[in-house]
T-cell receptor
Framework: DAGVTQSPTHLIKTRGQQVTLRCSPKSGHDTVSWYQQALGQGPQFIFQYYEEEERQRGNFPDRFSGHQFPNYSSELNVNALLLGDSALYLC??????????FGQGTRLTVV | AQSVAQPEDQVNVAEGNPLTVKCTYSVSGNPYLFWYVQYPNRGLQFLLKYITGDNLVKGSYGFEAEFNKSQTSFHLKKPSALVSDSALYFCAVRDISGGSYIPTFGRGTSLIVHP
């Protein structure tokens, strides 16, 4: 049983560009959450998707957007990249209310 | 509102000795509590959770945690530390009655186990 998979594992982008990160949830999970983890910090919640709708959102600007597909996979899009967007982006899947299972993350570097 | 605090940035322990990583929480209602471990450049791995029932929760890799409602704590413990336990540990809390599906994570505690 594959766990949560994220792609790509590493990414380098230039300021002002746009980026799309992808996540496939653990089999049977219907809920996907995205987190940003800066160096030396705990994961910060970006948003959560359930039934293809954004169910809850953290304190992130509108430059951060997402999508969930009918097969429960998800994308995170970030527009107009800033240097401060450099971080490890984590995807977590769960059943509603259950514990989250995390992917290995995508390391985004903005130069 | 829900919040969690991990008062120690780093915990050092000798291999074979018991370890404790501290966590305190704040919620309006009843808490769901979680511990995760993160190895370098990897995602978080679930260790254990407390939802209800027995205050002592057993999890993966020999770890356990004790829920203490009066002290609002959920400390992670292991009777005998291994060098391979060295990693970053995160405590998380979700307020069951707060209407949120999202746990709040602490800043993490770096556990270093010395040979």
């Amino acid at each position: 049983d594959a766990g949560v998979t994220q792609s790509p594992t590493h990414l380098i982008k230039t300021r002002g560009q746009q980026v799309t990160l992808r996540c496939s949830p653990k089999s049977g999970h219907d809920t996907v959450s995205w987190y940003q983890q800066a160096l030396g910090q705990g994961p910060q919640f970006i948003f959560q998707y359930y039934e293809e709708e954004e169910r809850q959102r953290g304190n992130f600007p509108d430059r951060f957007s997402g999508h969930q597909f009918p097969n429960y996979s998800s994308e995170l899009n970030v527009n107009a990249l800033l240097l401060g967007d450099s971080a490890l982006y984590l995807c977590a899947s769960s059943l509603t209310g259950g514990e989250a299972f995390f992917g290995q993350g995508t390391r985004l570097t903005v130069v | 509102a829900q919040s969690v605090a991990q008062p120690e940035d780093q915990v050092n322990v000798a291999e074979g000795n018991p370890l404790t990583v501290k966590c305190t929480y704040s919620v309006s209602g009843n808490p769901y509590l979680f511990w995760y471990v993160q190895y370098p450049n990897r995602g978080l791995q679930f260790l254990l959770k407390y939802i209800t029932g027995d205050n002592l929760v057993k999890g993966s890799y020999g770890f356990e945690a004790e829920f203490n409602k009066s002290q609002t704590s959920f400390h992670l413990k292991k009777p005998s530390a291994l060098v391979s336990d060295s990693a970053l540990y995160f405590c998380a809390v979700r307020d069951i009655s707060g209407g949120s599906y999202i746990p709040t994570f602490g800043r993490g505690t770096s556990l270093i186990v010395h040979p």
